[in-house]
T-cell receptor
Framework: ELKVEQNPLFLSMQEGKNYTIYCNYS?????LYWYRQDPGKSLESLFV?????AVKQEGRLMASLDTKARLSTLHITAAVHDLSATYFC???????????????FGTGTRLKVLA | ETGVTQSPTHLIKTRGQQVTLRCSSQ?????VSWYQQALGQGPQFIFQ???????GRGNFPPRFSGLQFPNYSSELNVNALELDDSALYLC??????????????FGPGTRLTVT
């Protein structure tokens, strides 16, 4: 069974601190996605990582991908309250027989940044 | 904004009833996927439609069915609603071409409550 696991599930941190969210997946996938979700809202695309060693940064968030280790990280630098949300990673293994391209989402990390 | 629209925004139904959710894909996209996101969980893949045919299905019973129309808009139908069907339903559109990259763009979602 394909699994995508994130840790931690819950993260409460002080403003100004740094932290990393981890995303491990059990299937071969050369692409990985990170999304942000605010309560009651849809998914907001943050990063698309398309190859081994890919690193992308946007503001206080930086994401990286290691396809050999089947691991992606989302690093938060000097957190601010506005980053409070739930963060999901997703992989998209291609099922070669049907050509179905579906996302398998992680469990999500609920981040709360305390002022 | 992704250009993917969904209707209605919110819906309340009674157990045993039937419901139809609608999705309009982003212009130029030929593939639509539906996901169910229960409260506190990551989205789960329901099924995908490509050129009006089902192109892969997740672990959902047959009472979850769908349609894709020639203009690539889509419907998700759920019969015999159960309390556990209460969730946020997300539609995602993408462009499929051979085995190319198919980033999915998510709509705002429909919140279904079953009482």
């Amino acid at each position: 069974e394909l699994k995508v696991e994130q840790n931690p599930l819950f993260l409460s941190m002080q403003e100004g601190k740094n932290y990393t969210i981890y995303c491990n997946y059990s299937t071969t996938s050369d692409r990985l996605y990170w999304y942000r979700q605010d309560p009651g809202k849809s998914l907001e695309s943050l990063f698309v990582l398309l190859s081994n060693g890919a690193v992308k940064q946007e503001g206080r968030l930086m994401a990286s991908l290691d396809t050999k280790a089947r691991l992606s990280t989302l690093h938060i630098t000097a957190a601010v309250h506005d980053l409070s949300a739930t963060y999901f990673c997703a992989v998209a293994p291609l099922t070669f027989n049907s050509g179905t391209y579906k996302y398998i989402f992680g469990t999500g990390t609920r981040l709360k940044v305390l002022a | 904004e992704t250009g993917v629209t969904q209707s209605p925004t919110h819906l309340i139904k009674t157990r045993g009833q039937q419901v139809t959710l609608r999705c309009s894909s982003q212009s130029g996209h030929n593939t639509v996927s539906w996901y169910q996101q229960a409260l506190g969980q990551g989205p789960q893949f329901i099924f995908q439609y490509y050129r009006e045919e089902e192109n892969g299905r997740g672990n959902f019973p047959p009472r979850f069915s769908g349609l894709q129309f020639p203009n690539y808009s889509s419907e998700l139908n759920v019969n015999a609603l159960e309390l556990d069907d209460s969730a946020l339903y997300l539609c995602a559109s993408s462009l499929k071409y051979g085995r190319g990259i198919y980033e999915q763009y998510f709509g705002p979602g429909t919140r279904l409550t079953v009482t």
